[in-house]
C-alpha cells in the first residue's frame, strides 16, 4: 500500500511528466539506498521530508541534464549554422542549397 503525503510537503513544488504541478506523490513501499532497502513505513515525518527533499533533488538533476541536452543540441546546430556562413562569405557558395532536397 502507498502513503499518500501532502501536509509533509516541502515549499518547493514537483513537476509530473507533464510538467504540471502536483500537490500529493506517492511515497513508495520500499526505497533502495547504496544497494540497501528499507520500508518507507517505518520513516518518521522527518524522514519522510528528508525522502521528498531527496526526490524533488534528484528531479531537478534530471530536468538540469534534459535542459543541458537540449542546449549542447542547440550550440550544435549554430555552430553549424555558422560554419556555413563562413564558408558561404568565403567562398560565394551557398551550401544550404547544395545540400537541402
Aim: net charge positive; no cysteine; aromatic share 2%.
Amino acid at each position: 500500500m502507498k502513503r499518500k503525503v501532502d501536509e509533509l510537503l516541502p515549499s518547493f513544488s514537483l513537476l509530473n511528466q507533464e510538467n504540471q504541478m502536483v500537490k500529493k506523490i506517492d511515497i513508495p513501499e520500499k526505497i533502495n539506498i547504496e544497494s540497501v532497502e528499507y520500508e518507507t513505513n517505518r520513516l518518521s515525518d522527518g524522514g519522510i521530508k528528508i525522502l521528498l527533499s531527496l526526490t524533488h533533488a534528484e528531479l531537478k538533476m534530471r530536468e538540469m541534464a534534459n535542459n543541458k541536452a537540449i542546449m549542447v543540441k542547440a550550440r550544435n546546430a549554430y555552430i553549424s549554422e555558422i560554419k556555413k556562413e563562413i564558408i558561404k562569405s568565403k567562398s560565394g557558395i551557398d551550401l544550404s542549397t547544395l545540400l537541402s532536397d
